[in-house]
Nanobody
Framework: QVQLVESGGGLVQAGGSLRLSCAAS????????MGWFRQAPGKEREFVAA????????YYSDSAKGRFTVSKDNTKNTLYLQMNSLKPEDTAVYYC???????????????????WGQGTQVTVSS
């Protein structure tokens, strides 16, 4: 059984930074692409970033590109999202997700990923 646990959310001022972590457990994650999604109040869940199982491919939404960096440490089964230059519109619950598929396909799967974490709240004040 796959378990994903996010941490690192919090309250930060606009322009600040946060690093989210997602610890994966329950099985070997070889061949699992992993990614981040977010859901703001009253809005649909949306894709943020994804990384291939090898770590060699990274993919970002237009809003995340240039500000966020997704990475993973396979020795620790941990996924990260470094978020810089945060804006109030980045306020949302951030979820990590995992699946055996091409990482670039995650951007089309905000509701259908097979494995999800419980989410961590990120609040950016203006």
């Amino acid at each position: 059984q796959v378990q994903l646990v996010e941490s690192g959310g919090g309250l930060v001022q606009a322009g600040g930074s946060l690093r989210l972590s997602c610890a994966a457990s329950g099985q070997t994650f070889t061949h699992y692409a992993m990614g981040w999604f977010r859901q703001a109040p009253g809005k649909e869940r949306e894709f943020v970033a994804a990384i291939s199982w090898s770590g060699g491919g990274t993919y970002y939404s237009d809003s995340a590109k240039g500000r966020f960096t997704v990475s993973k440490d396979n020795t620790k089964n941990t996924l990260y999202l470094q978020m810089n230059s945060l804006k109030p519109e980045d306020t949302a619950v951030y979820y990590c997700a995992a699946a055996i598929l091409a990482a670039q396909a995650m951007r089309n799967m905000p509701h259908s990923m097979p494995h999800w974490g419980q989410g961590t709240q990120v609040t950016v004040s203006s």
